[in-house]
């Protein structure tokens, strides 16, 4: 936890590392893929969610990561994080 909330930004999935860094304060680049954001996106909003536009919103398992998530580019995951670090 205190890895988290001394970082000066995260990059996470829709994983539990990314929503405790989130209400820990720390600024997040989130990336969904079938999960609405909307719906289970960081709760503080400390951050930047990435989600490809044509992405199809499911909450079931799967056991193959969805392929929308190949759709985010490192680029757009990298831009995500010096917008974070431009607004600090």
């Known amino acids: 936890m205190a890895l988290l909330k001394n ?3 995260v990059i996470a999935g829709d994983t539990g590392p990314l ?12 990336i ?3 999960t609405d954001p909307a ?4 709760y503080c909003h400390s ?3 990435l989600r490809w536009e044509g992405a199809l919103t499911t909450h079931k398992r799967a056991s193959e990561p969805d392929e929308s998530l190949l759709h985010i580019s490192v680029d757009e995951v ?3 994080l010096r917008g974070l670090r431009e607004a600090a």
């Open 32 to 34: 969904f893929g079938p």
């Open 78 to 80: 990298m831009s995500a």
């Open 47 to 49: 951050g930047v969610v």
């Open 19 to 30: 929503h405790l860094a989130d209400a820990l304060g720390a600024p997040v680049v989130a």
């Open 7 to 9: 970082a000066s930004a």
């Open 39 to 42: 719906r289970n996106g960081p």
